[in-house]
């Protein structure tokens, strides 16, 4: 049977990891390439880098980050952040991506995410979407890292981005990230229902349950960051949780 | 020496040397058919649709060189749509003919029985005697990310006639499909990434290059 997967989500900022509370409040968390290899050690079925690097001069560091990653770990490597074009994930996927998440500019430019699809194929495609909950308990789409909401309702993007040709669906609940008060099970549920592809959530684990309901409402994938990152737990507890949980894993 | 085949789609050549890198082996990447033709032992890898591999490879006369190979007992292992192309005929697009060494068709998983396609993760591998399952565990996970697969027990028996050594490994995704091809003798196939599939699969990955 196919396994449930934990990917470690490392935030690189010009070549270093970083990690915050609710989008904001940076702090210094490590050297990606070492903080990868360290969890491809223990099990890790993925590995996510999301360049949040703000100026595309300093992007260089960035590549070289990846191309240094991908010699090291074998299993696959997810990157996002900045990905306004087809070259842009062109230049990520030769220097050793597997799959290329787009954010902001899919919003801005949708067509980004059948670019994407056509060109390297679906599985490649990876839309990442940031929500936070109106008070009418619908979900807003927000952009920039999270500081622009968009007005746009994230029931109708996740439709819209499988429409597209998007392969996974990268959902953060903002109002979570970095809170370790557990994923956004509400949105998350209702998106694994939604499309036949693979959600991943994100946003807000905080315990080795949090991330056990997760998986038991449908999602595919879990990603975490504070909870590896911090020590608060570790690959292998996480995996012995499922296990124990009868949620497939490796 | 291993020869990777590069039929320009672009995909995982570079994963896959690299993982080849890490285990230590000698490799040279090439698209030119008459040093494939005269090759060691060769990796042919493959991501994208089989209509367009097909294509490529036609264009480039890899054809010819991979089944003069092959038939050379040239050891061979192909690689997800590697692995695809060396059946009949393929679904992805237009029907289109493979490089017809194994019998059979690849098709689409059902969308009435997958909820979710591609398969995409960590699955096992259910089988024995592949040399390259070498001290590898049954219940190792390999990494699999494809929409099309050679479907259990579609074409078994005109299988087991052409290839009568033959060890086929399978993998259950709602259907179940040939995830590994052994022919007894050169020939090897993994539907999975092995250059993706963590330790385990840099071990297969050694398996071959021992071999």
């Known amino acids: 049977m196919l396994c449930k997967r934990i990917i470690p989500c490392l935030d690189v900022d010009k070549g270093r990891v970083v990690k915050g509370t609710n989008f904001v409040d940076i702090k210094d968390a490590g050297d990606p390439i070492e903080l990868a290899h360290k969890y491809y050690q223990e099990g890790a079925d993925e590995i996510c880098f999301l360049d949040i690097t703000a100026s595309s001069e300093a992007r260089k560091a960035t590549y070289e980050v990846i191309e240094a990653t991908a010699k090291k770990i074998f299993i696959p490597l997810t990157v996002g952040g ?10 990520l996927l030769q220097a050793g991506a597997d799959k290329v998440a787009v954010n902001s500019s899919a919003i801005k430019n949708p067509d980004l995410i059948s670019q994407i699809a056509n060109s390297f194929g679906s599985q490649c495609a990876v839309v990442a979407i940031d929500v936070k909950k109106n008070p009418d308990n619908s979900w807003q789409v927000y952009v920039k890292g999270g500081r622009e909401a968009t007005g746009i309702d994230a029931i109708e993007w996740i439709k819209r981005a499988y429409d597209l040709g998007a392969g996974e669906i990268l959902l953060t609940s903002m109002d979570r990230d970095g809170t370790k008060t557990g994923y956004d099970l509400e949105i998350n549920s209702l998106a694994a229902k939604l499309v036949p592809i693979p959600i991943i959530a994100s946003g807000g684990a905080g315990s080795l349950q949090d991330i056990v309901d997760a998986f038991k409402v449908g999602v595919d994938a879990a990603l975490l960051a504070s909870l590896l990152h911090y020590q608060i737990t570790s690959i292998k507890e996480i995996k012995d949780a499922m296990r124990a949980n009868l949620i497939e894993t490796r | 020496m291993i020869t990777v085949i590069d039929y320009k789609t672009g995909g995982n050549l570079f994963s896959v040397c690299n993982s080849l890198e890490a285990i230590g082996a000698d490799i040279v990447i090439s698209s030119n058919p008459e040093q494939i033709e005269q090759a060691e032992k060769i990796i042919f890898p493959g991501v994208g649709s089989f209509e367009k591999a097909m294509q490529e490879i036609k264009s480039l006369g890899l054809d010819h060189a991979i089944k003069k190979s092959i038939a050379r007992k040239t050891k061979f292992l192909g690689i997800c749509v590697g692995m695809q192309v060396l059946f009949e005929c393929g679904h992805e697009g237009t029907i289109s003919k493979g490089l017809e060494i194994i019998p059979g068709q690849i098709e689409k998983f059902d969308e009435k029985i997958c909820p979710k396609i591609p398969h995409m993760g960590w699955n096992t591998v259910k089988g024995n005697a592949s040399p390259l399952f070498k001290d590898i565990s049954p219940e190792e996970h390999f990494y699999f990310v494809h929409s099309f697969a050679a479907k259990v027990p ?9 290839f009568p050594k033959s060890n086929i490994y399978s993998t259950e995704y709602f259907e179940k499909f040939i995830s590994h ?3 007894g003798e050169n020939l090897f196939a993994c539907q999975f990434h092995p250059e993706k599939s963590g330790e385990a699969g840099l071990k297969l990955l050694k398996n071959f290059i021992n071999l």
Do not use: M, Q
Not at chain 2, 154 to 162: Q, V, Y
């Open chain 2, 154 to 162: 579609n074409e078994l028996e005109n299988i087991n006639k052409k």
């Open chain 2, 181 to 183: 091809f052994w022919d």
């Open chain 1, 82 to 91: 900045g990905v306004s074009s087809v070259d842009d994930a062109a230049r």
